[in-house]
């Protein structure tokens, strides 16, 4: 009788680890979980074009918030590496003129990089110095968050590119900026910016997923500079429920 008990009790055990084994593997990443904030519609628009971008109203200025949300096929730690390559940003993002690094803090982790955009009419062409802070947080997510240091053209502006895990070894890029102008005439080229918007996110897409193959000695020395900085500045945690983190 003991023995039979015992066998019954071993195969309720194996029993329940097939069931449960499939589920482990199975958790979710949290590009994923970032993905389940979108409402469905948003959802269904991601997936069936591999991007979504989705604007809500400003409680800052007449310029809505921009998000925008696209897959990568490199890994956080890639994309934040080439991304934080700030002095390239004028070699592929739309009407980007001068993108220089003028100033470096905290181990690299904050850097001053001044810009000259090429702006539609009737602007004139705008500069502006925005401080871009790189960091790292527990469960593998990346960002680079940006503020405005001064401009001839906003107001305010700010936003960040956050690189989570996703699945299959890629990741999701969630673009955010909020611009705020300093024209009575923004109105008039309202959608104009935002197409601008979406048009210089699809083009850091772009140029993240073809930079490995395009500048396989660069991404090297990316890779080895954004190690050296992350190492000298610990990962953080998430404030509250800012963002979600997977447990894998």
């Known amino acids: 009788m003991l ?3 015992t066998k019954v009790v071993a195969l309720s055990f194996f029993t329940i680890i097939s069931i449960q084994a499939p589920l482990y593997g199975q958790i979710p990443s949290s590009g ?3 993905l389940k904030r979108l409402d469905q519609s948003n959802q269904n628009r991601f997936f069936k074009k ?5 604007l809500l109203d400003s409680k800052d200025g007449p310029w809505p918030d921009n ?9 956080p730690f890639e994309a934040m590496a080439i991304f934080s390559d700030f002095a390239s940003h004028k070699d592929f993002v739309p009407d980007m003129i001068k993108s220089d690094v003028v100033k ?28 871009d802070s790189l960091n790292q947080y527990v469960g593998g997510v990346y960002d680079v968050t940006w503020t405005q240091v001064k401009s001839d053209a906003s107001e305010k502006s700010d936003g960040h590119a956050r690189f989570y895990p996703y699945k299959d070894g890629k990741t999701l890029l969630e673009y955010h900026s909020v611009v705020v102008p300093n024209s009575s005439l923004a109105f008039l080229v309202e959608r104009q910016a935002m197409k601008e918007a979406k048009r210089a ?21 990316n890779l080895s500079s954004l190690a050296i900085i992350m ?8 404030e509250g429920n800012k ?3 997977s447990a894998n």
């Open 231 to 238: 190492k000298k500045n610990p990962k953080k945690k998430t």
């Open 50 to 54: 591999g991007w979504v971008q989705i």
């Open 32 to 34: 994923e979980l970032a």
């Open 67 to 75: 998000y925008m949300y696209s897959i990568l096929t490199v890994t």
């Open 201 to 221: 996110m699809l083009a850091v897409r772009d140029h993240i997923n073809g930079f490995k193959e395009k500048f396989p000695g660069k991404i090297k020395k």
């Open 3 to 5: 023995k039979k008990l």
């Open 104 to 131: 470096t803090g905290d181990n690299g982790s904050k850097v001053q990089v001044s810009f000259k955009l090429d702006m539609p009419w009737p602007f004139p062409d705008s500069y502006f110095t925005m401080e």
């Open 243 to 245: 963002f979600p983190i």
